[in-house]
């Protein structure tokens, strides 16, 4: 156990509809990482959470959105769903020290999104 | 646009021998980190990278960053079936926390 819970494991949704992946970060880190996983692209970096605030925005398609609540949790929010978004979708979290450097990232084992 | 590139892509090897992969760009970063991903989970670190020219081993991992700390390789001695792994290098941005990953190397150690 990484100590970042992501939920749900797995989901199977069909085009168009609307799905909410959720993640709660690892006790202590402030900020919280979005990546898109697939075959052909590799990790894709989509949005950086700290403490609340968007810090970064990456190759992020205009139907997700994401938002940090108050108690450090995250939600990735997907709609208009297409074929072409399958992939895992993995959440990290990471504690920043300084300005230069990061203690690198916990990842949670990620949702995988089937859209059919 | 940060790019990492990795090689090889996928590597297969018999159990005993010895194998290193490479993780290269065009820029400069300020850390790079190595993560090994097994099926169904997250990558999870193995090391961080910070200064040009810095080798670190973990038991039978050797990590070395390169003088101009554009490029990094990860060397392994004696490969083990337990070192099956998809393996990516990613690099810490100079200027915000953002970590780009290459696209891995997966490795394959047959006992």
């Known amino acids: 156990d990484s100590g970042v819970t992501q939920t749900p494991k797995h989901l199977i949704t069909a085009t168009g509809q609307r799905v909410t992946l959720r993640c709660s970060p690892r006790?202590?880190?402030?900020?919280v990482y979005w990546y898109q996983q697939s075959l052909d692209q590799g990790l894709q970096f989509l949005i950086h959470?700290?403490?609340?605030?968007?810090?970064a925005k990456g190759n992020i398609l205009e139907r997700f959105s994401a938002q940090q609540f108050p108690d450090l949790h995250s939600e990735l929010n997907l709609s208009s769903l297409e074929l072409g978004d399958s992939a895992l979708y993995f959440c990290?979290?990471?504690?920043?020290?300084?300005?230069?450097?990061?203690?690198?990232?916990?990842f949670g084992s990620g949702t995988r999104l089937t859209v059919v | 646009t940060q790019l990492l590139e990795q090689s090889p892509q996928f590597l297969s090897i018999q159990e005993g021998e010895n194998l290193t992969v490479y993780c290269n760009s065009s820029?400069?970063?300020?850390?790079l980190q190595w993560y090994r991903q097994e099926p169904g989970e997250g990558p999870v670190l193995l090391v961080t990278?910070?200064?040009?020219?810095e080798v670190k081993k973990l038991k039978r991992l050797t990590f070395q960053f390169g003088d101009a700390r554009k490029d990094s390789s990860l060397h392994i001695t004696a490969a083990q079936p337990g070192d099956t792994g998809l393996y990516l290098c990613?690099?810490?941005?100079?200027?915000?926390?953002?970590?780009?990953f290459g696209k891995g190397t997966l490795l394959t150690v047959n006992p």
């Open positions: 990290a979290s990471s504690v920043v020290r300084s300005s230069r450097l990061s203690d690198g990232y916990t």
């Open positions: 006790s202590g880190d402030l900020s």
């Open positions: 959470y700290y403490n609340g605030e968007e810090r």
């Open positions: 820029s400069v970063f300020s850390s």
């Open positions: 990613a690099g810490e941005g100079r200027s915000n926390y953002k970590l780009t």
């Open positions: 990278v910070v200064t040009g020219g």
